[in-house]
């Protein structure tokens, strides 16, 4: 563990199929459902720009679910963050539900 008890982070490309890890990066999209769907609050983070992820030809996306809530408070579009949890593989597209977070500030200059 590191500092403020987090392990060391890895890329998005290199999360296991299953199993506990920790990566940072810069939220792209959110998802807000409907108010006749059950609650559920979904953010895609990722750690390349999309036209490099393309170039390389690997993912660089991982979707974050919180599950019973409608809003999760600082997690828009651009916010970055280090995240922690439970990997799965959900549509193609590496998930993890509930994660532990932390909203990572930019320094100012």
Known sequence: MQQGGWSQAVDIAALPVRGRAVCSGVVDAVTILPETVAPAYTAILTDRESHLAAAEGSSHRLRLVW??????????AGTRLRV??????????????????????????
């Open 67 to 76: 599950l019973g809530r409608r809003r999760v408070p600082g997690i828009v």
């Open 84 to 109: 922690e949890g439970m990997v799965a593989l959900r549509d193609g597209l590496p998930t993890i539900y509930n994660p532990r977070y932390e909203i990572i500030g930019i320094q100012e200059s």
